[in-house]
Structure formats: structure tokens, C-alpha cells
């Protein structure tokens, strides 16, 4: 079971190497790791479990921040109602070998900022991002698949692909001005 314990911080250098792509059929060590990840983020999200193993709640995961170069990540995003309890699922997806094939020009932003399992610290200000995207990616059974996001979603996955980069989400942060949002970009 994937713990805090097992992301690497912010300061170690793999977070900042480019993945190596994913050859098919996937070995044991791959498939478990997939199976751990996405474990991680439904515990992470779920209250009981995530107090009782000191999980911050996360909605991504990629391999590196597991300290594994692999172009590989996890997304787990849900719709919750009023009282907290998951009433749809938005994305429960791996994604291997992904590639933005199309982006919009137009941006969008969290209004909140972005946060991330492998900075262990609050990194204020805006994230811009392409507002829309469409992603191609293979899943664990090597089937190719494209998908066109937008707003939420977009940004989700755009921060996990960026791990898979070597790129932090701080790193899209205006230094000089981390609030300021340019005409291009529409905080959510």
C-alpha cells in the first residue's frame, strides 16, 4: 500500500528528469504499481482510511513522484454532494504514455492554486493552464484512447503529465505577480 512515506519531495532530482516511455505487455512490478496508485487515491479520498494512515487527499498520482521514471499516472476524480459522500465518478482512469495532441489558447486556473503530494508546503498563486485539452494515452492493456477535457479535469490532468515532464506546478507560477491573472486566462 503506497503511503506519504513513499513520495519522493519536491528537492530530489528524479521529480525534474523526463520519463521513459512504457513498452507493452506491461511486467508485474508495472501492473502492481497501478493498481497501487489508483488504491492510494480512492484511500486518500476516502475520511476512515485516510486519518488512519496520515494520507493527503489527492486526485492524481504520477510514477516519478513515486521515484519511478515511467510515463505513467493515475487520476481519480469524483463528484461529491453536499454531505461529502461521492455521488459521481468523473475520471477513475491510468493513463500511460500520454501526449497533449491539441490544447486550447485560451487558459483557466484553480482560484485557489494548486497543491501537490510531493510539495510537502503551500506554494501561493495561479496556475495557468490550456482550459481545454485533448489527450491521447494508452491504458494498462496497451488500447489507445483519446479524450477531449476541459476546465477541472483539464488541469488535473495537465499537473500530473507535467510530473512525467520533470515539471513542477510552481513552475508556471508568476514569480513577479502570483495572483495575477493575464485576459487570456479565466480563474475558475
Given at each position: 500500500?503506497?503511503?506519504?512515506?513513499?513520495?519522493?519531495?519536491?528537492?530530489?532530482?528524479?521529480?525534474?528528469?523526463?520519463?521513459?516511455?512504457?513498452?507493452?505487455?506491461?511486467?508485474?512490478?508495472?501492473?502492481?504499481?497501478?493498481?497501487?496508485?489508483?488504491?492510494?487515491?480512492?484511500?486518500?479520498?476516502?475520511?476512515?482510511?485516510?486519518?488512519?494512515?496520515g494520507l493527503r487527499a489527492g486526485v492524481g498520482v504520477a510514477a516519478p513522484q513515486l521515484g519511478i521514471n515511467k510515463q505513467i499516472f493515475a487520476v481519480?476524480?469524483?463528484?461529491?454532494?453536499?454531505?461529502?459522500?461521492?455521488?459521481?465518478?468523473?475520471?477513475?482512469?491510468?493513463?500511460?504514455?500520454?501526449?497533449?495532441?491539441?490544447?486550447?489558447?485560451?487558459?483557466?486556473?484553480?482560484?485557489?492554486?494548486?497543491?501537490?503530494?510531493?510539495?510537502?508546503?503551500?506554494?501561493?498563486?495561479?496556475?495557468?493552464?490550456?482550459?481545454?485539452?485533448?489527450?491521447?494515452?494508452?491504458?494498462?492493456?496497451?488500447?489507445?484512447?483519446?479524450?477531449?477535457?476541459?476546465?477541472?479535469?483539464?488541469?488535473?490532468?495537465?499537473?500530473?503529465?507535467?510530473?512525467?515532464?520533470?515539471?513542477?506546478?510552481?513552475?508556471?507560477?508568476?514569480?513577479?505577480?502570483?495572483?495575477?491573472?493575464?485576459?487570456?486566462?479565466?480563474?475558475?
Open positions: 500500500m503506497i503511503t506519504m512515506k513513499d513520495f519522493i519531495a519536491e528537492v530530489d532530482p528524479r521529480l525534474r528528469e523526463a520519463s521513459q516511455e512504457v513498452t507493452f505487455p506491461l511486467n508485474d512490478e508495472e501492473k502492481t504499481l497501478i493498481e497501487e496508485m489508483r488504491t492510494f487515491l480512492i484511500n486518500s479520498q476516502t475520511p476512515e482510511i485516510a486519518e488512519e494512515y481519480y476524480l469524483t463528484e461529491l454532494d453536499e454531505d461529502g459522500e461521492v455521488v459521481d465518478v468523473i475520471i477513475d482512469e491510468i493513463f500511460i504514455n500520454p501526449k497533449i495532441t491539441r490544447h486550447s489558447v485560451k487558459q483557466a486556473a484553480l482560484p485557489e492554486g494548486e497543491g501537490c503530494l510531493s510539495v510537502r508546503r503551500a506554494v501561493p498563486g495561479l496556475v495557468p493552464r490550456p482550459r481545454r485539452v485533448t489527450l491521447t494515452y494508452q491504458d494498462p492493456e496497451g488500447d489507445e484512447y483519446e479524450v477531449k477535457l476541459r476546465d477541472y479535469e483539464a488541469i488535473v490532468v495537465q499537473h500530473e503529465l507535467d510530473h512525467l515532464k520533470g515539471i513542477l506546478f510552481y513552475d508556471h507560477i508568476n514569480d513577479e505577480n502570483p495572483w495575477q491573472a493575464d485576459d487570456n486566462t479565466v480563474v475558475l
